[in-house]
T-cell receptor
Framework: EAQVTQNPRYLITVTGKKLTVTCSQNMNHEYMSWYRQDPGLGLRQIYYSMNVEVTDKGDVPEGYKVSRKEKRNFPLILESPSPNQTSLYFC??????????????FGDGTRLSIL | DQQVKQNSPSLSVQEGRISILNCDYTNSMFDYFLWYKKYPAEGPTFLISISSIKDKNEDGRFTVFLNKSAKHLSLHIVPSQPGDSAVYFCAASIITGANSKLTFGKGITLSVRP
C-alpha cells in the first residue's frame, strides 16, 4: 500500500528538549516536504526536498532542520523546541516537484505539544 | 498576505443537495489549483485539480470551476453524501525557483446532514 508514514503521531514534551519527527514514504518519490497546520492559518510549508541531499526552506523554516540522506526518509528536527512550535505537522511526498499540479500524498500528521 | 482565501469557515447542506465550496486567490501566476479533503486524525487527501488554462474539470460527483478573471474557483459536490463531511482545503500551485510550492487556504468544514 502506497503511504507516507510519520512517527510519532502524538508527542508532549518540554521547551528545549531536542526532538525528531520521522517521515518515510514507500512510493519512490523524489519530492518531499513538511507542513504545519495551525488554527486559522491553513497549512504552511516548513522545508522541502527535491531529492537526496537537496533541501531548501519553505515559508516558515525558523526553528526547524531537515535532512535527506535517503530517498524514502525526510526527518524533521526541532533542536530546541519552543511553545510556538506547538502544532499539527504533516509530511508529504510527490513524484516530481516540477510537474505542475502533481498532487502531494500526505501522512496522517503528528500533533506536537511543547510545554 | 494570504494568497489563497477560503472566506467561509463552514457549510452545512442536506444530503442529496449540492455543496458549493468557494475559494479566491490573489496571485495570477498560479498554474494549477487543487482541492484536498481532510478527515479528523488523517492527512489531507487529493480530490481534484484544474489547470489555469481550463475553466472546468469534472470527476464523478465533483466538479471544479475556475473563473480566472475573478480569481475565483469553486468545488461543486452533487449529490452531497454524509461521507463528504470533512474539511476541504483549496490549494494553488506555482513553480518558484526549483520548488513547486502548494499554497493552502484555511479550509472549510463541510457538514452533510442525513
Amino acid at each position: 500500500e502506497a503511504q507516507v508514514t510519520q512517527n510519532p503521531r502524538y508527542l508532549i514534551t518540554v521547551t528545549g528538549k531536542k526532538l525528531t519527527v520521522t517521515c518515510s514514504q514507500n512510493m519512490n518519490h523524489e519530492y518531499m516536504s513538511w507542513y504545519r497546520q495551525d488554527p486559522g492559518l491553513g497549512l504552511r510549508q516548513i522545508y522541502y526536498s527535491m531529492n537526496v541531499e537537496v533541501t531548501d526552506k519553505g515559508d516558515v523554516p525558523e526553528g526547524y532542520k531537515v535532512s535527506r540522506k535517503e530517498k524514502r526518509n525526510f526527518p524533521l528536527i526541532l533542536e530546541s523546541p519552543s511553545p510556538n512550535q506547538t502544532s499539527l505537522y504533516f509530511c508529504a511526498s510527490s513524484s516530481s516537484d516540477r510537474v505542475i499540479g502533481q498532487p502531494q500524498h500526505f501522512g496522517d500528521g503528528t500533533r506536537l505539544s511543547i510545554l | 498576505d494570504q494568497q489563497v482565501k477560503q472566506n467561509s469557515p463552514s457549510l452545512s447542506v442536506q444530503e442529496g443537495r449540492i455543496s458549493i465550496l468557494n475559494c479566491d486567490y490573489t496571485n495570477s501566476m498560479f498554474d494549477y489549483f487543487l482541492w484536498y479533503k481532510k478527515y479528523p486524525a488523517e492527512g489531507p487527501t487529493f480530490l481534484i485539480s484544474i489547470s489555469s488554462i481550463k475553466d472546468k474539470n469534472e470527476d464523478g460527483r465533483f466538479t471544479v470551476f475556475l473563473n480566472k478573471s475573478a480569481k475565483h474557483l469553486s468545488l461543486h459536490i452533487v449529490p452531497s453524501q454524509p461521507g463528504d463531511s470533512a474539511v476541504y482545503f483549496c490549494a494553488a500551485s506555482i513553480i518558484t525557483g526549483a520548488n513547486s510550492k502548494l499554497t493552502f487556504g484555511k479550509g472549510i468544514t463541510l457538514s452533510v446532514r442525513p
